[in-house]
């Protein structure tokens, strides 16, 4: 087999991070690497076990050996720790899948290739403010998801009625009754604003005896999660999606879509095997052409710029389309009712 040069995936197959999103970034760069042979060159892909520690290692020992662009880093936490390695190795470059906390909106080595948390929270920020109660359930430890927290507890409309809730990294705390502990006299006025690397067991409480009235916000960004049973029932239109989605897909995007299913397939997968033809034939970033939305990076950040969220509603044991956000270059940003 004839390998990209000079290109390696760091990936979190195993452990506590985020290994359900790495999985499927490795199954869809497998599928293009099969079927479009001709276009896409394999390369290798590692196991951090999830852990920094063996993140710097890896990235040492493969530098060392003359790697130069590696990708992975999908959670921001990672991203944060490994942006002095990049900032002293003057020649690699990272691409992470989906790295979003705004924090890391700073000049770095690493594009990102999910838009921040600053876009995805603006999706859902008239909701939450209009909330008499804000409940903010998210992933403890995580820098994406304390930067979040950060933003809310500095907005003045949400601050004084936000009330929060860390989920340890093994769901330990994640409990019907500490959830419901949470709640104070919940009512449909009340809302929830989810940010989960583990989403099923949150959901699986709601199979489990847990209700709530009110909206609830899944910003994860990602494909919507399986709602099954009585979980079902009880989040029936009241469970909201807010997932990155490009306005405009290629044929190949789509076959890879079609052929893997919404729950396997990375969105961003292609586009970043795009990018790293790109990189390694010294070719101008600025100039590549696109499979999934706009493709355009700050040049300063290398962060993704001008994407676009469709915002769903659980209905029926089915998602469907409530509203999409569009951030044009052109046409500024605007929304589009779909219900």
């Known amino acids: 087999m004839v390998y990209l040069s000079k290109t390696i995936a760091l990936l979190e197959l195993t452990g506590d991070g985020y290994t359900s999103n790495d999985i499927v970034v490795k199954n869809t760069f497998q599928f293009y690497w099969k079927n479009y042979n001709s276009e896409f060159k394999a390369f290798p892909i590692i196991d951090t076990k999830s852990d920094l520690n063996i993140t710097l290692n890896l990235l040492e020992n493969y530098y060392n050996n003359g790697y130069r662009y590696f990708v992975g880093f999908s959670r921001?936490?990672?991203?944060?720790?490994?942006?002095?390695?990049?900032?002293?190795?003057?020649?690699?470059?990272?691409?992470?899948?989906t790295s979003t906390a705004p924090i890391l909106n700073i000049p770095k080595k690493?594009?990102?290739?999910?838009?921040?948390?600053?876009?995805?929270l603006n999706s859902v920020l008239p909701q939450l403010e209009s909330s008499s109660k804000?409940?903010?359930?998210?992933?403890?430890?995580?820098?994406?998801?304390?930067?979040?927290?950060?933003?809310?507890?500095?907005?003045?409309i949400i601050s004084p009625k936000l009330i929060t809730f860390a989920v340890n990294p093994d769901n330990s705390n994640l409990t019907v009754q500490n959830i419901e502990n949470l709640f104070?006299?919940?009512?449909?006025?009340?809302?929830?604003?989810?940010?989960?690397?583990?989403?099923?067991?949150?959901?699986?409480?709601?199979?489990?005896?847990?209700?709530?009235?009110?909206q609830q916000y899944d910003i994860l960004g990602i494909q919507p999660p399986q709602i099954i049973g009585e979980a079902a029932i009880q989040l029936n239109n009241k469970y909201n999606v807010t997932a990155y989605k490009g306005t405009n897909t290629s044929i190949i995007w789509r076959?890879?879509?079609?052929?893997?299913?919404?729950?396997?397939?990375?969105?961003?997968?292609?586009?970043?095997?795009?990018?790293?033809?790109?990189?390694?034939?010294k070719?101008?970033?600025s100039n590549i052409n696109s499979h999934f939305g706009i493709l355009q990076f700050d040049p300063v950040s290398r962060d993704i710029i001008y994407p676009s969220f469709l915002v769903e509603i659980l209905q029926n044991n089915q998602f469907i389309n409530k509203y999409l956000i569009v951030n044009d270059p052109l046409l500024g940003t605007y929304n589009a009712n779909l219900a």
């Open 255 to 281: 076959d890879g879509y079609n052929s893997l299913g919404e729950d396997n397939y990375s969105i961003v997968s292609l586009n970043i095997l795009n990018l790293l033809n790109t990189l390694v034939l």
């Open 283 to 285: 070719e101008n970033v």
């Open 110 to 120: 690493i594009y990102r290739m999910t838009p921040n948390d600053d876009y995805i």
């Open 76 to 97: 921001s936490t990672i991203v944060s720790g490994v942006l002095d390695w990049f900032n002293n190795h003057p020649e690699a470059i990272g691409i992470s899948s």
């Open 184 to 214: 104070e006299n919940p009512d449909e006025s009340q809302s929830i604003l989810l940010y989960l690397l583990d989403r099923p067991p949150y959901i699986d409480l709601y199979n489990q005896g847990l209700t709530f009235p009110g």
């Open 134 to 156: 804000v409940y903010y359930i998210y992933t403890a430890g995580e820098v994406a998801m304390l930067n979040i927290l950060s933003l809310l507890k500095s907005n003045p």
